[in-house]
């Protein structure tokens, strides 16, 4: 049977309006204001603009929309741009900044008076809310709305040269007060801010709305689609009466699609402020947030968040994507590509009594059981190692396969060796465990006279390297409730776990940032772009090895 590709409905619109001869091409762009750091759902907009123009052999733009001189840094250009790219989101040498189109949309708002379309308004904020009514009641009309068209032309002006104190008047556009629809009640177009722009300095003391901007600025840059999220769904008309108004030619479209959430993470720009401002997590990038940088800086890679996005896809109605689902999509990213290394993050120490002192020997490890193309390395073996504290038990339950006095089990990629004995300390905590083994039983040698059931891993305490790990848990636990009572987050005390004595391989103590790898059985670990030190990486756990999530069919 042929496989049918269901199409989302936004590439069923763009389908027809190529069809019908809407548009002859695909132009999409990815607009955000600079005023925080990308997230995961911004990762979704990215990808999902960028993945339209390629579909259609079309182009993707990267516009930041910095018409807001209050709230915006170009410390957030930097981090978006490098965000984007790294992605993988190819937006060429098309990147452009809305605040460059200021002196068209100061043409196009001087056009919108000369045909009648837009006044200047002297009534307050709080007076404009008033008149504006609400769900029930109509609007009413302003007092200043009938100037006339020599007037406007005049006040815009002087608004321009700077003669009025921010807030004193406004120009909006003369729509329909009594429209159903609150944003075509004479939405303001312009307003008077006395403030320097991060990319025109003082060049302007009167800024654009976003709902005037934004639809000039997709017309100027000849966007056909201009997908944005739910909440302007009630502002298209207004999107439409811009672009219409202003008499451009072969006027974007726009679509909205639903916000991506995801349960047990905060996304929220004003949360993840607060828990950066309150010293709870640190920084914009910690591991445990979602923004982009942190998803990187813990171990996830672009492809893996492709991979989430389009199993997510686009949807019409708000709701909430269970993280597990993106776990799973870095597990499946790593699986093949990783190499798979022995590190012990909770050590004890197990002697091999009958092994001969000072002898080492370097034994073949395969470094991806499912991906031969990945090789071997040599480890060394000798009569010390490392292993998990919970590989030995000294009273096991039924069922425990380790290590435990008169059991044998398999050290991967080794020997069998028969645990004898323990040390333990004033407290009762075991410090050693003995062993003997048995050298017929190498790995590799084709022994198969004995079974044994369980195998463990294991570090020679000779050449190992201690680092330290960090252990993630979610940071709010979202079945006992995202927020307390007074508004505050729910937080998880044990979204982070430090450990300062693992042992690893010698070979991993090379690791760079971003590097990563597979730790046997507990799980995707990557060095630490911040903390980490030539020599001595400091590694996250980016996802435990097994899950309970399965991928809904
Ligand atoms: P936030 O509310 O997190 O600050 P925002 O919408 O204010 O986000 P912008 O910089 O204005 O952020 O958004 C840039 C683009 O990213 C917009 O097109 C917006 O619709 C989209 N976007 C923002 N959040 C999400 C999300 N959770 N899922 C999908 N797209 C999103
Ligand atoms: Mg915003």
């Not at 769900?135 to 709305?145: A, D, K, L, N, Q």
């Not at 949360?271 to 171990?299: C, F, M, T």
């Not at 896809?313 to 093949?336: F, M, P, T, W």
């Not at 008169?406 to 003995?434: I, P």
């Amino acid at each position: 049977m042929e496989e049918t590709v269901s199409r989302n409905f936004i590439e069923q619109e763009i389908d027809k309006d190529l069809a019908e001869g809407v548009y002859d091409h695909v132009q999409t762009r990815f607009p955000p204001e600079p005023n925080g750091y990308l997230h995961i759902g911004h990762a979704k907009s990215i990808l999902l603009n960028y993945g339209l123009a390629e579909e259609y052999g079309g182009k993707f733009n990267m516009r930041f929309d910095d018409t807001n001189p209050t709230k915006e840094k170009t410390e957030f250009v930097e981090s978006i741009l490098t965000d984007v790219k790294w992605l993988g989101a190819d937006f060429e040498d098309r990147l452009f900044f809305a605040s460059d189109y200021f002196p068209i949309m100061y043409e196009k708002a001087l056009l919108l008076i000369r045909k009648g379309k837009a006044f200047v308004c002297d009534l307050t904020a709080d007076e404009i809310r008033e008149y504006r009514g609400d769900f029930r009641t109509p609007g009413r009309e302003s007092p200043y709305r009938n100037r006339s068209v020599e007037e406007n032309l005049r006040l815009f002006e002087e608004m321009k040269e700077g003669k009025y104190p921010d807030g004193s008047k406004v120009l909006r556009g003369k729509i329909d007060m009594a429209s159903p629809n609150i944003n075509m009640r004479d939405p303001v177009l312009y307003r008077v801010a006395h403030q320097s722009h991060h990319n025109t300095g003082d060049k302007w003391c009167i800024y654009p709305m976003y709902d005037f901007a934004h639809p000039i600025e997709d017309a100027v840059e000849h966007v056909t689609h201009s997908i944005c999220t739910l909440e302007f769904e009630d502002h298209r008309p207004l999107y439409d009466w811009v672009v219409r108004e202003c008499e451009f030619e072969n006027p974007p479209r726009q679509i909205e699609f639903a916000k991506l959430y995801l349960t047990n993470v905060v996304t929220g720009k004003r949360y993840i402020k607060k828990l950066v401002e309150d010293g709870i997590v640190d920084g914009w990038d910690d591991p445990r947030l979602v923004s982009i940088a942190a998803l990187r800086r813990r171990g996830y890679t672009p492809e893996s968040i492709r991979m989430f996005v389009d199993l997510v896809g686009v949807a019409k109605a708000n709701s909430s994507v269970d993280y597990a689902l993106l776990e799973y999509c870095i597990r499946e990213d790593l699986k093949l590509k990783r190499p798979r290394m022995m590190a012990i993050l909770d050590p004890v120490k197990l002697v091999i009594d009958n092994y001969p002192e000072g002898q080492t020997e370097e034994l073949e490890v395969p470094n991806n059981l499912e991906n031969p193309e990945l090789g071997s390395r040599m480890v060394t073996f000798g009569r010390e190692l490392y292993i998990e504290r919970e590989d030995f038990m000294e009273n096991p339950p039924r069922k425990y396969f380790r290590l435990f006095p008169g059991n044998e089990v398999r050290l991967m990629s080794a020997y069998f060796v028969t645990c004898t004995s323990c040390e333990k300390d004033a407290d009762g905590r075991v410090t050693v465990v003995h062993a003997t083994y048995d050298p017929a039983t190498k790995s590799g040698s084709g022994f198969a006279e004995r079974k044994v059931k369980g195998t463990i891993h294991w570090v020679y305490a000779g050449s190992a390297k201690q680092v330290e790990c960090r252990l993630y848990e979610n940071i709010v636990d979202e079945e006992k409730g995202k927020l307390n009572e007074d508004g505050t987050l729910n937080l998880n005390p044990n979204s982070l776990t430090v450990l300062k004595n693992c042992y690893v391989e010698p070979a991993l103590a090379e690791a760079k940032a971003y590097d990563s790898f597979q730790f046997v059985r507990n799980g995707y670990f990557c060095a630490d772009c911040k903390d980490s030190a030539p020599g001595a990486p400091v590694f996250n756990r980016i996802v435990s090895l097994k899950s309970s999530f399965k991928l809904p069919k």
